[in-house]
């Protein structure tokens, strides 16, 4: 039976009793949930698949007919989610029968535990591996407030949030005769999310941290990669890239340009288009570029979070050692090499942070130092003070100066706020200072200090591709660069069948590449294909 066929199923299966509102379902929304647990929650996605499984089905023709509903949205977000998207499968693949690498992590975790430990019911994989029907809480997790099925994994509101009011909301009647669409779209985002529980993800800082939340992590949120997990073989997080995760990831939804209602209104009116659903024209703001801008100062909050709240469980209490460049460690010991050659930020022989989550936001800043926006100019400015902070912290000694790394790692999270913050004002990328800024990627990416670490040649490499080529037809070379990274995005869109493409497919080649990386060569390939 393949995706399509499952999802026509369960369109007939729900009828239009949903569409008309008889039952709307919901699931828990995350990264930056509601203060307060709705109190009507509900899983599962028929009541999405009625609508958003192709603009022939009856609810969606309605829509399409009425309002131009496929003007607005693609209506078969149902359909990519279920045969493209890894996200519809983050249960099934840890369940110990269906996936070996599960399999192999359920015989390595299970040893010193109850007998009947399994990883699929263990809640520290749960929270990011299925919809989480209680993210608000703070409180010892159970294993009933996780919806546990296989062909659900992450369901659709597990993003966009877990509050049913929003979904019998936003389809409903137009509030008087002679509107063009239902009266909720125009709603603004803050309504949306107060009133409704909307998560508002076409703003690029909302929908950054709510990504983060599982691809770097959220301690608050019980949302954490150990260095447990990864020694029982949970596959290494990469890098996280906003837009060049958003390019990868079979897309369900449209950019601006793509969607006519947003693209009208842009031209009608562009104040409204940009406060309502944070839409600009191409010509005017790259939304790559603010997406990079805004996506990497979120992963460095999240990373920052996760270092405070390990260390703040108890009294000295050390990070995990997942917090740290795994590769330090991790690596042939050859003399001399090319880590010795780069130097060290502190004794030789400590493990250092990740590089990667402060090298593209030190890029950031300092273009974002140079703009004209007052207040996001004296921001930014800070940046290299702080990081500098949070490194001495971390190397002072063996695994950080517990007190100094927690204060540094808290002050700069503050500043990434802070930052977000300044950002929203009347700050513009445009597209020469995108150019601005993709020159600036290109210089890092060849820097000796980048250049000893994969993963932060991975993450510049990723944002440069996505700046450079933005809008541009020279898909060739955008992709030769890429192929230069030492970690693959898997081209998701071009999977054959309705089976998603997950990470433990494609691990071994990823990590083939990982070690094969040589710095000397990558610098020599990029100059020539980016003509930096």
């Known amino acids: 039976m393949t995706a399509v066929t499952r999802v026509r199923i369960a369109v007939a299966a729900t009828g239009i009793a949903v569409v008309a509102g008889v039952t709307i379902l919901a699931s828990p929304g995350r990264g930056q949930p ?25 609810g969606a023709r309605r829509f399409k007919t009425n309002f131009k509903s496929d003007e607005y949205v693609r209506l078969n977000e149902s359909i990519v989610w279920d045969s493209k998207d890894p ?61 546990r099925q296989d062909n659900l994994g992450v369901g659709c509101t597990g993003c966009h949030g877990l509050d049913a009011r929003w979904q019998a909301a936003h389809w409903a009647e137009p509030a008087a005769a002679g509107t063009a669409y239902p009266a909720f779209r125009m709603h603004s ?34 949302r954490t990669v150990t260095h447990e997990m990864y020694a029982a073989g ?38 409204k288009a940009w406060e309502l659903f944070h839409a600009r024209s191409e010509a005017v703001e790259s939304s790559a570029a603010r997406n990079l801008a805004v996506g990497s100062i979120a992963s460095l909050k999240a990373e920052m979070m996760g270092l405070a709240a390990e260390m703040g469980k108890s009294r000295g209490a050390l990070p995990d050692f997942a917090r740290f460049d795994c590769y ?53 400015a800070g940046f290299d003070a702080k990081w500098q902070a949070v490194t001495d912290a971390a190397l002072a ?24 913050t300044a950002i929203q004002s009347d700050v513009v990328y445009t597209p020469a200072e995108t150019a601005k800024l993709a020159d600036a990627l290109a210089a890092v990416a060849v820097d000796k200090q980048t250049l000893r670490d994969a993963e932060a040649v991975a993450h510049v490499t990723w944002a440069y591709a996505t700046l450079d080529f933005a809008g541009k037809k020279d898909a ?19 999977s054959k069948g309705d089976k998603p493409i997950t990470v433990g497919s494609i691990l071994d080649d990823r990590m083939q590449r990982f070690r094969e990386f040589l710095p000397d060569v990558f610098r020599g390939k990029f100059v020539v294909l980016s003509g930096k």
């Open 234 to 271: 949970h596959p290494p997080l990469p890098p996280f890239e906003l837009p060049a995760f958003m390019e990868h990831e079979p897309r369900h939804w449209g950019f601006a340009s793509e969607l006519p209602f947003l693209s009208s209104l842009i031209k009608t009116d562009a104040t």
């Open 87 to 147: 996200h519809s499968v983050a249960f099934k693949v840890i369940v110990p029968e269906k996936n070996p690498l599960a399999a192999r992590m359920q015989s390595v975790l299970e040893k010193g535990k109850p007998a009947d430990y399994r990883i699929d019911a263990d809640v520290a994989c749960l929270t990011c591996h299925s919809t989480d029907l209680n993210p608000t809480s703070r409180q010892p997790r159970k294993l009933e407030e996780f919806a």
């Open 476 to 494: 060739a070379r955008r992709d030769a660069i890429l192929a230069l990274s030492p970690l693959k995005l898997p081209d998701r869109e071009k």
């Open 189 to 222: 985002p803050e309504k949306k999310q107060k009133e409704y529980g909307l998560h508002n993800l076409r703003d690029p800082g909302t929908k950054a941290m709510l990504c983060a939340s599982c691809h770097v992590g959220s301690p608050a949120e019980g």
């Open 328 to 380: 330090a460690c991790h690596h042939d010991l050859v003399i001399p090499s090319a880590r010795q050659e780069a130097g060290y930020a502190g004794a030789p022989g400590r493990p250092p942070l990740k590089a990667w989550v402060a090298v593209v936001p030190g890029v950031v800043a300092k273009h974002a130092a140079g703009l004209s926006n007052a207040s996001l100019k004296a921001v930014a």
């Open 34 to 58: 509601p203060a307060d647990k709705p109190a009507n929650i509900a899983f599962d996605v028929s009541g999405c698949v009625a609508c958003h499984s192709g603009a022939d089905q009856p």
């Open 397 to 420: 000694q063996p695994f950080g100066d517990s007190t100094a790394l927690t204060a540094a790692a808290n002050d700069l999270a503050k500043w990434c706020d802070d930052f977000l």
